[in-house]
């Protein structure tokens, strides 16, 4: 389903593009990956699925399955066990594919740098399209994460895929 | 075919799975839908934070240590400072004690209620889990209004606390804490007496007295199947002794009884909020901590929500500490998994998984290396 067979007229393939845009920003799937953080990323990103925050209500569904999912929701420093994992659920993950790293771990390191099994931020290891700072950031700040990446996707000139 | 019966199945679960919000890699052995097996591997998130404190500062490694485990981060942070504390011969002033005591029970209550809503998860009892998190909020509302955070709330220095217990948090505390007691009855309505819920803990992941006692069970689990093991009763820290807690048993021992038993500590924890906040000694909160602790070695334990924390901390008389070692509850736990999930149906296991409130981010306290030839990451 995602790729527009070549041959197709031009305002075809744009109408296309728009549409595959428009069930991408307005149903993202994620997967959640807990690197090596302490949890407390976790839970934030839990409770944004409970009746307080419910992001469900923007379509954005937490899910199991890495070949299902939009977006990889990435917590906790990489530690040199899971850094291997992290990149085969990133592979798993069929294209276009996008990453957020939770929480300051997540984004440089944080406050388990230097420690000896830690291999820093997530995009050591794979690239990262949002950052969303805190330790632990709070759920409105993931939701503005993701509403902020949702965005941007919107804003992109829709690509043709050759 | 011969030799086919002999074959085993096996069906390895982790280390990303749904089930589990954090990494671990599960084998069951099966026959049928019968598990007759189960091992498990550890250490995905393995950071070696016990080394790490020690190129830290006694009050930077108290930050590094807060962050094992970002449900119970208190009680962390708080053996550490107390043991600290205890080798510096400088105890922090009642008021401090206090309200770290006030803030461990508050932790205590958002623990077990995250508990109750991801084990009704696992149940397949949604509604309970998105009921218990949205009264969980205010839980969260009152650590905030705290200390400004909703889940790693650094209230702790060494000798003493940064915040203060104020008109608005004895307010919002009160006003908090009637509405939860209030939403505890009814969950405690629910898990006595909804039948499709009891279908699906009575009689599961049963641990005996003696079972619990022989697998070293701690906290929750092991008082719900009879082991009056507490050690905020059996060695009191802080203000336990002014303003004790009762010890919550459980006499079966199943999913269901570790449901009652957390919910009724949630019972006992309400009420000593209540008490401390009514009757909280004055004074200072923070008292003259020197940067270097004397030489020697020191013994914490405190009781976390899922059980007995152990920290060791050796001091050598200067700013790091020279060893810390810490032993948290979880790891004492998994071996009654592994043996109560045999004979049980496969699906079954994620119940008696999540029965141990387990929790994987203070497990991971060593890794071993073994590498294979040949291959360069080790495993
Ligand atoms: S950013 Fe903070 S809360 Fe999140 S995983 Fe790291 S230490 Fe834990």
Known sequence: ?162 | MPGLQKEKFIVPIGPQHPALKEPAHFEFTVDGETVTSASVRFGYVHRGIEKGTENRNWAQAMYLLERICGICSHVHSTTFALGVEKLAKVPAPPRAQAIRQILLELERIHSHMLWVGVAAHEAGFETLFMYSWRDRETVMDILETFSGNRVNYSANVLGGVKYDLGPAQTDSIKRGLDYLEERLHYYMKIVNSDESFLRRTRGVGMMTTAQAEELGAIGPTARASNVARDLRVDSPYLLYEQFPVTIVLGSTGDLQTRFVVRIQELFESIRVIRELVNHIPGGDLTVRFPRRIPEGEVVMRTEAPRGGLFYFIKSGGGENPVRVKVRTPSLRNFMSVLVGSVGHQLADVPMILSGIDPCFSCNDRMIVVRREPGKETAS
């Open chain 1, 1 to 162: 389903m995602s790729n527009i067979p070549a041959g197709l007229p031009k305002p075809w393939t744009n109408m296309l593009n728009g549409l595959k845009t428009w069930a991408r920003v307005n149903s993202p799937w994620a997967i959640h990956f807990n690197s090596g953080s302490c949890n407390g990323c976790d839970i934030e990103i839990l409770a944004t699925l409970t009746p307080r925050f419910d992001v469900e209500r923007f379509g954005i569904k937490l899910q199991g399955s890495p070949r299902h999912a939009d977006v990889l929701i990435c917590t906790g420093p990489v530690t040199t066990q899971a850094r291997d994992r992290l990149k085969r659920v990133y592979d798993q993950m069929p294209e276009p594919k996008f990453v957020i790293a939770v929480g300051s771990c997540a984004t440089s390191g944080g406050v388990f740098q230097g420690c000896y099994n830690v291999a820093g931020g997530i995009d050591q290891v794979i690239p990262v399209n949002a950052y969303i700072p805190g330790c632990p950031p709070r759920p409105e700040a993931i939701i503005d994460g993701v509403v902020k990446l949702l965005g941007s996707l919107q804003e992109k000139k829709p690509e043709v895929k050759k």
